[in-house]
């Protein structure tokens, strides 16, 4: 199966160490306050996040030609006793490039990470989104469920 110029030129993968210096961070500032965070304290989590394996993945998808990180979401498999000790994804920190969006890159990344949530056996995958973006996560299969609460710790 040949790849169409726009598949060629985003490809979803894995998180790799070396995503940092292609605008990792940045993208993720996009979503949410994230701090500068040093070489050293990058690999330290990296690490830690791989100590996991495949029940957490962060995805992200490149632009070839630039060498961007232009989008990118993670799954973390939480393991349960209920439901025959069935096992839930938690899709988090869905973000495209304010450049790059309207390519459908959201939706691939969303596909990549319900797709390896059901091939860990997960009898559901779920998420937090705002108001605002639940049409885009209901065009991804999704629908609304109950309510979301949150307790911050500074």
Do not use: W
């Not at 306050?33 to 993945?57: Q, V």
């Not at 091939?119 to 605002?132: F, P, R």
């Amino acid at each position: 199966m040949e790849l169409s110029s726009e598949e060629e030129k985003f490809r979803v993968r894995k998180l790799e160490i070396s995503d940092k210096n292609k605008g990792f961070i940045d993208l993720l500032r996009q979503l949410t306050a994230c701090d500068s965070i040093s070489d050293e304290a990058f690999k330290e989590r990296f690490d830690d996040i791989a100590r996991y394996g495949d029940d957490h993945l962060i995805c992200v998808i490149e632009d070839t030609i630039s060498g961007k990180v232009v989008a990118t979401g993670s799954i973390f498999v939480e393991k349960k006793f209920i439901r025959n000790c069935g096992k839930v994804g938690h899709v988090e920190d869905v973000v495209v490039d304010s450049g790059a969006r309207g390519k459908k890159l959201g939706k691939k990344i969303v596909e990549f990470l319900s797709d390896h949530g059901r091939q860990m056996g997960c009898y559901k995958v779920i998420l937090d989104c705002s108001l605002a973006n639940m049409p885009f996560y209901e065009k991804c299969g999704f629908q609304r469920k109950e309510v979301q609460m949150v307790k911050y710790f500074s």
